[in-house]
């Protein structure tokens, strides 16, 4: 069976499957197929494919194969029956590519909807992996762009006080923000939604802002839940309060398949010092914070600094694209035999976990969207949605 990788679009530097990886899906039985100069803007040149035995071919030879791997949903026009697709379909945001899949009869993966409380596929969680990574860039952003130093310095001119840094939310991208900014030197506080996530913000050295009448609002698969409107602005409050004395504030608030929740209203913006910067991490789905302008960076009429550049893996293309190669390869390799594709009735990865199970989740399947001309029966909530 044949896999091939494809370059990705414009704005995408990061590749889907790495040198590294060719040997292991080789043993699998499946030779690979790399479209020329796939791997250039993440430093993987055509010849280290090569040297690692894979073939450096065009893109129509390498959409021919029976497994694609890319980062980036494919354009409609490049979708062909029977193909087997693996990437980060994003479904819930984009609904008409799910309905072009199913159209065309392909098979598709969507990595992105991966169950991830499931200890099997964490090393096949292309989200913790890429937010990770996210976390860590947005508080060197942050660090780059706010104009004062971040570490306690004692000098013969004086003393430097650390900076104080916020991070709103402390998932995966925001443990490592923490992580990230109290290697710098800073004074970190760390905010979620998420009760239980106090003790993980400390034992990575933040502070946790406490918000009066927080509850656990986290749902079955483990993202946090939606909030009332009420709560969310007594939520804010409290956090941007913090802030308004802060140098440097990380946003990392996301929904699963919803636009970003704003965090920050412009009017809390109006009331932050000169010179703080925002970090936004979510700008590519609406953004945290009122203000920020997608792929942009700009100071408002108060010195306020707001980066919304987009797709921060992206930005470390090089260790982000080998963190998703070995994501996609252990799936992969988990469901290829000797050269042949084979999707199994009980592999929780692909379908979600059973009702009778503690990681199901009503409504939710796994990373098997769609196949022979359908969408799979346990993806009820998307069917709602398409």
């Known amino acids: 069976m044949r896999l091939g990788v494809l370059t990705e679009p414009e704005g995408e530097n990061r590749v889907a499957i790495v040198p590294n990886s060719v040997k292991k899906l080789m043993k699998k039985g499946l030779e690979v197929f790399i479209q020329k100069g796939a791997g250039e803007k993440s430093n993987y040149s055509n010849s280290d494919y090569l040297e690692a035995g894979a073939n450096i071919c065009s893109r129509d030879e390498a959409l021919s194969c029976e497994i694609i791997m890319s980062i980036r949903m494919l354009e409609s026009s490049e979708l062909r029956k029977g193909m087997n697709l693996v990437c980060v379909a994003d479904p819930f945001r984009h609904p008409e590519k799910i309905k072009s899949c199913i159209d065309s009869n392909v098979t598709l993966f969507s990595m992105d909807m991966i169950?991830?409380?499931?200890?099997?596929?964490?090393?096949?969680?292309?989200?913790?992996?890429?937010?990770?990574?996210?976390g860590y860039k947005a508080v060197l952003l942050g660090a780059s762009y706010v104009p004062r130093g971040i570490p306690m310095m004692t000098t013969s001119a004086g003393t430097v006080k650390p900076a104080k840094v916020v991070i709103m939310g402390s998932g995966v991208a925001g443990l490592q923000a923490i992580a990230t900014a109290k290697r710098l030197g800073a004074i970190v506080y760390a905010s979620d939604v998420r009760k239980s996530a106090a003790e993980q913000i400390e034992s990575v050295g933040g502070r946790f802002i406490e918000v009066e009448g927080m509850d656990d609002f986290e749902d079955e698969s483990g993202y946090a839940k939606p909030l009332t409107p009420e709560f969310i602005k007594k939520v804010n409050d409290t956090v941007c309060e913090v802030a308004s004395e802060s140098d440097i504030i990380v946003t990392t608030a996301r929904i699963f398949g919803r636009p970003a929740p704003i965090t920050i209203p412009s009017s809390a913006v109006s009331t932050f010092k000169s010179g703080t910067v925002i970090v936004d991490m979510n700008a590519d789905v609406g953004g945290n914070c009122e203000l920020t302008k997608p792929g942009e960076i700009f100071t408002t009429d108060n010195g306020v600094i707001i980066v919304g550049t987009s797709n921060l893996p992206g930005t470390l293309a090089n260790t982000a694209s080998m963190l998703f190669s070995n994501n996609l390869t252990t799936f992969i390799?988990?469901?290829?035999?000797?050269?042949?594709?084979?999707?199994?009735?009980?592999?929780?990865?692909?379908?979600?976990?059973?009702?009778d199970s503690d990681f199901h989740v009503p409504g939710m399947g796994g990373v098997l969207i769609c196949k022979d001309g359908k969408i799979h029966d346990k993806q009820t909530r998307l069917g709602g949605v398409l």
Do not use: K, T, W, Y
């Open 333 to 355: 390799s988990s469901i290829v035999v000797e050269g042949e594709l084979i999707i199994s009735d009980d592999d929780d990865v692909l379908f979600g976990s059973p009702e």
């Open 115 to 134: 169950p991830r409380r499931l200890s099997r596929a964490q090393s096949m969680d292309v989200n913790s992996s890429q937010d990770n990574l996210a």
